[in-house]
């Protein structure tokens, strides 16, 4: 049986929970600007916004690797297990952290 962290499942449930409601709220919000500036500028923040994320994401990922194969090679050189639980999780949230806090920023700023 598989489990996973506390802070896995935060990062899941903000984007499996919020991400629909952002995706909605901006929806209605192009729908009722017709074309307007304010339209524009929320198309360009999307934009801006995601291309970010991924650019943060890939390099949490990477330094989230490193630090886990530090971790690793200590754990070679020590000859114990200690800290090698849970790796894969710590870069699954470094991963997806980005995208969260991005998620939640937006879910905050539209039910405004």
Do not use: H
Request: hydrophobic share 50%; net charge neutral; glycine share 8%.
């Amino acid at each position: 049986m598989m489990f996973f962290s506390a802070d896995l499942l935060d990062e899941f449930a903000s984007l499996w929970f919020q991400a629909p409601m952002v995706i909605s709220s901006r929806l209605q919000d192009f729908a009722l600007s017709g074309g307007s500036a304010g339209g524009a500028a929320e198309v360009s923040r999307m934009i801006t916004e995601k291309l970010s994320a991924a650019t943060e994401s890939v390099m949490a990922v990477n330094a989230a690797m490193v630090n886990e194969g530090m971790i690793a090679a200590t754990a070679l050189v020590t000859g114990t297990c200690a800290g090698l639980t849970g790796a894969s999780d710590r870069v699954a949230v470094a991963a997806l952290k980005p995208y969260g806090s991005r998620v939640r920023a937006n879910a905050r700023r539209l039910s405004e």
